[in-house]
């Protein structure tokens, strides 16, 4: 489907550039600024950006629900935390000795 009509840009080009944008570094914010860049264009009458937001949020959540770990291997936040906090149960937080008083 074409999506700009001044560049002659289709879905298809936009969702290519996209995955490669993701795939070069998953958590980077991709913007339609972005993609014409990768394309070599800029956006005229800028119409068509509406349309290319779309594609990007939508390809980017497919990229990410298909890179998704399963549930057993997601970490449970608050477990972690458990832990830490028994890690670090009869540590000293201070670096003053044992003898030292305050005044």
């Known amino acids: ?3 700009c ?7 298809k080009e936009i969702e290519d ?6 795939k070069a570094d998953p958590w ?3 913007v339609p600024a972005k993609v014409y860049a990768e394309l070599n264009r800029r ?4 119409g068509c950006v509406p349309n290319v937001v779309d594609i990007i949020v939508r390809v980017t959540e497919n990229y990410h ?7 057993a291997e997601l970490v449970n936040i608050q477990s972690g935390l ?5 890690q670090r149960i009869g540590v000293r937080r ?3 000795s044992t003898s030292h008083r305050a005044a």
Do not use: F, Y
């Not at 629900?65 to 549930?71: N, V």
């Open 1 to 3: 489907m074409l999506v």
């Open 5 to 11: 009509q001044c560049n002659m840009i289709s879905s």
């Open 17 to 22: 550039i996209v995955l490669d944008l993701l």
């Open 28 to 30: 980077q914010l991709v």
């Open 43 to 46: 956006a005229k009458c800028s």
């Open 65 to 71: 629900a298909q890179q998704a770990l399963e549930p």
């Open 82 to 86: 458990e832990k830490l906090k028994k």
């Open 94 to 96: 201070e670096r003053r």
